[in-house]
């Protein structure tokens, strides 16, 4: 079965650093999908970031950035210039390609200090 | 575009007594999920459906829950009888059927979610 893990609880980055939230994952699957989700404290979960697996290169939104390193099942969120507003809960999510549930990991808290 | 909307956003009821959650995805969104999520942990899926057939419903207890999606639209999340273990937030998402390398078809849009208190 497939798991997601996110081995930092609760992490915390001054603003304007560069914070990275790990992920690892296992799967025997060679096609799918890896999504970070963002959930700011009481407000609606929205997607930061997707990347399909069979892409090797990392995916890149603005101040988001992965690490997707495929042989190690790692993929990693890195937020560059952090802003107050990215305080929130940050879930890793997995995807097969042919098979439509979503695994979420347990999240990592991410707070941005002024 | 309208949200995935739910309904009510909060819910406080005793022990034993039943609940009833709404939810209405994004138009044309044909797979919709029910997730339960502890606070402080992430989401888990309950039960999934593809338009009217719940296609996943192996996380789902049976034995007090129960929903439905007529019409393969809104769908309702009922708990009956409720239990202290129950309160969480229910979460609502959907997204465009398809799998493959179909740009988009694999995003799930969220609801608000329905946090739920039984005492």
């Known amino acids: 079965a497939q798991t997601v893990t996110q081995s930092q609880p609760e992490m915390s980055v001054q603003e304007a650093e560069t914070v990275t939230l790990s992920c690892t994952y296992d799967?025997?699957?060679?096609?799918?999908?890896l999504f970070w989700y963002k959930q700011p404290p009481s407000r609606q979960m929205i997607l930061v970031i997707r990347q399909e697996a069979y892409k090797q290169q990392n995916a890149t939104e603005n101040r988001f950035s992965v690490n997707f390193q495929k042989a190690a099942k790692s993929f990693s969120l890195k937020i560059s210039d952090s802003q107050l507003g990215d305080t929130a809960m940050y879930f890793c999510a997995f995807r097969e390609t042919s098979y439509d549930k979503v695994i979420f990991g347990p999240g990592t808290s991410l707070s941005v200090i002024p | 575009e309208a949200g995935v909307v739910q309904s009510p956003r909060y819910k406080i009821i005793e022990k034993k007594q039943p609940v009833a959650f709404w939810c209405n995805p994004i138009?044309?969104?044909?797979?919709l999920y029910w997730y339960r999520q502890n606070l402080g942990q992430g989401p888990e899926l309950l039960i999934r459906y593809e338009n009217e057939e719940a296609v996943d419903d192996s996380q789902l207890p049976k034995d007090r829950f129960s929903a439905e999606r007529l019409k393969g639209v809104d769908s309702t999340l009922k708990i009956q009888p409720a239990e202290l273990g129950d309160s969480a937030v229910y979460l609502c998402?959907?997204?465009?059927?398809?799998?493959?390398?179909?740009?988009?078809?694999?995003?799930?849009?969220f609801g608000a979610g329905s946090r739920l208190t039984v005492l």
């Open positions: 138009s044309g969104h044909n797979t």
């Open positions: 799967t025997s699957e060679s096609n799918y999908y």
């Open positions: 998402a959907s997204s465009p059927t398809g799998t493959g390398r179909i740009s988009g078809a694999n995003v799930l849009t």
